[in-house]
């Protein structure tokens, strides 16, 4: 059985920074991406930050510059470290395993709801 499990979210001042973390366990089968996507209240399902099996990146220019997703296999964990928070980042994020050939495909296959797995997501909240 596939889980993601998110942690590290919070409430941070603008400016501020957060690390989240998410732990998989699992087979992921037809997943061989993973990414970090986000949804606010009445705001379209964003995908933020990709990363594909030999450690390409992308990133939706709204975090490019100020976020930065990496992976340590050896603990099955995704990190997304996430700088210089703005309030336009308040939102759930989400985990998400999926299959894709580029690391910027996986980042409209996280928009487009199209994601293989995801977990139970974890709050940011930044305030002005």
């Known amino acids: 059985q596939v889980q993601l499990v998110e942690s590290g979210g919070g409430s941070v001042q603008s400016g501020g920074s957060l690390r989240l973390s998410c732990a998989g366990s699992g087979y992921f089968y037809s997943a061989n991406c993973m990414g970090w996507f986000r949804q606010a209240p009445g705001k379209e399902r964003e995908g933020v930050a990709a990363i594909i099996p030999y450690g390409s990146t992308s990133y939706a220019d709204s975090v490019k510059g100020r976020f930065t997703i990496s992976r340590d296999n050896t603990k099955n964990t995704l990190y997304l470290q996430m700088n210089s928070l703005k309030p336009e980042d308040t939102a759930m994020y989400y985990c998400?395993?999926?299959?894709?050939?580029?690391?910027?495909?996986?980042?409209?296959?996280?928009?487009?709801?199209?994601?293989?797995?995801w977990g139970q997501g974890t709050q940011v909240t930044v305030s002005s």
């Open positions: 998400a395993a999926m299959m894709c050939v580029t690391s910027v495909q996986a980042l409209d296959v996280m928009s487009g709801g199209k994601s293989r797995y």
